[in-house]
């Protein structure tokens, strides 16, 4: 089945604990792109990657990392996270950024406390 | 700065109705259009592509056609369903940022039996 995976679902954490939120896609997919989402707010993109080691960032980058060393993998990388990175974050990935389909993951709830 | 409004906020309707959701962009120059449904929980599930060389698109009940002019896009739903429940996202990119999809913040649809 094609999919975007995401991994944990859920995560409660404290303010300055490291934590990776992994990605991955079984679509031979080139785009994939991480957004949050907050209420009143929509969804907004944190990073992009167009291709393996090309990634950019999105509108709101800023306490994030992204790598991309495999095509079919998108970790999304939080340093130091702080409270105001609550939220709900989705990774997406589509056949290229010019065209086609974006798919999208179930969404991970990450709590920073 | 793209901003992507979505009109109504908010519907309630009885079953069997045929329904118009509205979507608008301050950027009229969209590349892709994509309509999206996220039903509450879960993550988004991808409904309609508009392409940037397409202005409508057909999937069973659903209609989604987009007036590149304006920045306006329409979702149409016939003879909706209970089933139908759900927020509707609408979403689309720029030339300039390929890939990267400006939301809006849904219209929450609730059909009853």
């Known amino acids: 089945e094609a999919q975007v995976t995401q991994n944990p679902r859920y995560l409660i954490t404290v303010t300055g604990k490291k934590l990776t939120v992994t990605c991955s896609q079984n679509?031979?997919?080139?785009?994939m792109s991480w957004y949050r989402q907050d209420p009143g707010l929509g969804l907004r993109q944190i990073y992009y990657?167009?291709?393996?080691?090309?990634?950019d960032k999105g509108d709101v980058p800023e306490g994030y990392k992204v790598s991309r060393k495999e095509k079919r993998n998108f970790p999304l990388i939080l340093e130091s996270p702080s409270p105001n990175q609550t939220s709900l974050y989705f990774c997406?990935?589509?056949?290229?950024?010019?065209?086609?389909?974006?798919?999208f993951g179930p969404g991970t709830r990450l709590l920073v406390l | 700065k793209q901003e992507v409004t979505q009109i109504p906020a908010a519907l309630s309707v009885p079953e069997g109705e045929n329904l118009v959701l509205n979507c608008s962009f301050t950027?009229?120059?969209?590349?892709?259009l994509q309509w999206f449904r996220q039903d509450p929980g879960k993550g988004l599930t991808s409904l309609l592509l508009?392409?940037?060389?397409?202005r409508e698109q057909t999937s069973g009940r659903l209609n989604a056609s987009l007036d590149k002019s304006s920045g306006r896009s329409t979702l149409y739903i016939a003879a909706s369903q209970p089933g139908d429940s759900a927020t509707y996202l609408c979403?689309?990119?720029?030339?300039?940022?390929?890939?990267?999809?400006?939301f809006g913040r849904g219209t929450q649809l609730t059909v009853w039996p």
């Open positions: 997406a990935s589509s056949l290229s950024g010019y065209e086609g389909t974006q798919y």
């Open positions: 679509m031979n997919h080139e785009y």
């Open positions: 990657s167009m291709n393996v080691e090309v990634t």
């Open positions: 950027d009229s120059a969209i590349y892709n």
């Open positions: 508009i392409q940037s060389s397409q």
């Open positions: 979403a689309g990119d720029r030339g300039s940022t390929l890939g990267r999809l400006y």
